[in-house]
């Protein structure tokens, strides 16, 4: 479940990266076949559907792994630094209010 979290929160970010140093890669093949691995980038985030390679190249097969294996650490990075900054907001409203009642009380024994 955690996989589709993250890629609804891929598209709510609208974006995804592709690095430099890809681009060797990308040279290599035709513009039929780095077209093949840029759709399969957009349908890996956006629709959580890993692309069949099995059929092709094997350059293709093994560029898609790297690149499958970056685009799922920024799935992973962006649920983290979402999830730190929930619990970084959560801290900020929990010491203003430690009890976590909206009273302001503080829930010391000692009572004020």
């Given at each position: ?34 077209g ?11 629709e ?24 799922e ?32 009380d ?7």
């Amino acid at each position: 479940m955690a996989r589709r979290d993250n890629a609804e929160e891929a598209r709510e970010r609208q974006s995804f990266k592709l690095y430099f140093d890809m681009w060797p890669q990308f040279q290599e093949m035709t513009d039929e076949e780095a077209g093949k691995v840029l759709k399969a980038c957009y349908a890996f985030i956006l629709e959580n559907r890993e692309a069949d390679f099995s059929g092709e190249d094997r350059l293709i097969r093994s560029f898609w792994k790297s690149v499958k294996l970056k685009l799922e650490t920024q799935l992973n990075d962006r649920a983290t630094k979402s999830e730190n900054g929930r619990r970084a907001a959560a801290a900020r409203w929990y010491k203003e209010d430690p009890t976590g009642d909206g009273s302001g009380d503080d829930a010391s024994p000692e009572g004020g």
